[in-house]
């Protein structure tokens, strides 16, 4: 009989791999509140503490999972620790860990929301937001050579980036085509076997680890694909999304605020493929040109926000759907639709990402090893390189520039900066956040607190 088993027989309450639900969740938590600094931050955090600490999960069991949740739409940090809790504790487990990773994000930037609603005019703290989007332009250029370091390593990726920040920086081709485009050429090319399109190496790590020792001996049924479960789990899950989305519909209209909100954030539930950043270029977009709900500026000091609270970059999408029913009440008091506004937002946004984990994990786990699926992965990723240069672009444009201009013609069109109107104090604090982040090697926090610090002497010497 094997350690496991052995361990299960003694303590029916523990489960095969000797991992009980309450260190979990202890673990959980820590985890939640460590998730500082975006996807990549994220999940060295969590590969840190599951990988290397605990030896819970082997590198390549967690490279598969967060393989599956980079092609899924929505925060792939928070699918990513939702599918390792479904592992060790079944849909409960899963639920622990994903609810947890986004809690301290809900918490803080509700209270974030609140003081910017009631204050956001006043002038101290209007400097902490200039400094803070000064500190996030730089983040976000760091994220797009982070990424480009890791996913463009020959002429073909370089290609496909390029290729998908033209079609959506100058075209404005929608994101899911660039996406499923990428796909289909990564996937095309692994099955010819092209080496360009290997899946990416993301370094060593221990293999002998508690959940693979558990599957290698004994695979638990809910790891198991089972279609009537499936369909079980899925129309679950699907109620929990789209029934409050068909109720306010119904009570509300099309045209009203929430039920805006709930189709909007439903539909990016759906449709915004490859990571927050690549998420945050389509919901700024459409919040601030379609929608209105947010100016551009609105729309950085809430991803300064995000930035500098624990939990997924999405999180943002809360302060989205607050300051939309804040601005557009419809007889609520503000503050009250506001904080239904937020809430509503996070929920559309987050209950679909435990459907694709759920209902789509025990099938993922008999692709381990699939070439094809690695090859797609690498190509996306690619084209997300390229994504994520379109946003750095659209958020230096409204963070240097007080004014743009759309250029049109031959079929595409976009914005392009006033030069007059470049933003002096803007340019020069986000220069020296650059420099400390790129030359001198400085933490993402140490960089938004300085920034927010010097935008706030800024103030006080009357200079922006």
């Known amino acids: 009989m094997t350690d496991f088993a052995a361990n299960t027989k003694a303590n029916p309450d523990v489960p095969a791999h000797g991992i ?25 955090v969590m590969h840190r503490i599951i990988v290397e600490e605990k030896n819970w999960i082997s590198e390549s069991r967690f490279l598969h999972a967060l393989n599956y949740c980079m092609l899924l739409p929505g925060p792939e940090a928070q699918q990513l ?48 937001f200039f400094g803070l989007k000064a500190a996030v332009l730089a983040i976000v250029i760091e994220a797009v050579v982070r990424v480009g ?38 996937f095309v090319g692994s099955r010819l076997g092209r080496p360009e399109f290997a899946g990416v190496e993301h370094g060593g790590g221990k293999q002998a680890a508690v959940i693979d020792g558990m599957l290698g001996d004994a695979v638990p049924d809910h790891v198991k694909p089972n279609a009537v479960r499936t369909l079980w789990v899925s129309a679950v899950w699907l109620a929990l999304w789209l029934i409050p989305v068909a109720a306010l519909l119904i009570a509300l ?58 939990g997924p970059l999405i999180m943002v999408v809360q302060f989205v759907g607050f300051m939309a029913a804040f ?7 503000p503050m009250l639709a506001a904080t239904l506004g937020g809430l509503l937002a996070t929920w559309v946004t987050f209950v679909p990402c435990f459907l ?39 958020f230096a444009l409204h963070t240097l520039f007080r004014q743009t201009f759309a250029v049109k013609g031959f079929g595409f069109a976009f914005d392009a900066p006033l030069l007059s109107s470049v933003d002096a104090p803007a340019l020069v604090l986000s220069i020296a956040a650059a420099v400390a982040i790129f030359r001198f090697g400085i933490g993402m926090l140490t960089v938004l607190a300085a920034c927010c610090a010097a935008g706030v002497l800024l103030r006080w010497a009357g200079i922006v």
Do not use: C
Request: no cysteine.
């Open 20 to 44: 009980s639900f309450r260190d979990a969740f202890v673990v959980w938590l820590r985890v939640a509140m460590l998730s500082f600094g975006g996807p990549a931050g994220q999940i060295a």
């Open 253 to 310: 209209g099309p045209n009203n605020v929430f039920s805006q909100i709930a189709i909007f954030f439903s539909k990016m539930a759906m449709v915004t493929f490859g990571g927050a950043y690549a998420v945050l270029a389509y919901v700024a977009q459409q919040a601030a040109n379609y929608y209105h709900w947010v100016q551009p500026r609105e729309m950085l000091d809430g991803l300064g926000m995000a930035e500098t609270t624990p």
């Open 149 to 186: 370091k890791r996913a463009l390593r020959n002429r073909v990726m370089i290609g496909l980036a390029a290729a998908a920040f033209v079609a959506i920086f100058f075209f404005a081709v929608p994101f899911p085509v660039i996406i499923i485009a990428a796909g289909v050429i990564g």
């Open 356 to 394: 694709w984990i759920f209902a789509g994990a025990p099938y993922i786990e008999t692709m381990r090893g699939n070439k094809a699926l690695a090859g797609s992965l690498s190509a996306i990723t690619a084209a997300v390189v390229g994504v994520i240069l379109n946003l750095s672009i659209w």
């Open 81 to 128: 620790a939702t599918y390792i809790g479904w592992l060790l504790h079944r849909t409960a487990g899963g639920l622990v860990a994903g609810v947890l990773f986004i809690v301290p994000g809900v918490i803080a930037i509700m209270a974030l929301s609140y003081i910017y609603a009631a204050y956001g005019n006043v002038g101290f703290v209007e400097a902490l």
């Open 327 to 333: 601005r557009d009440a419809g007889g609520l008091p």
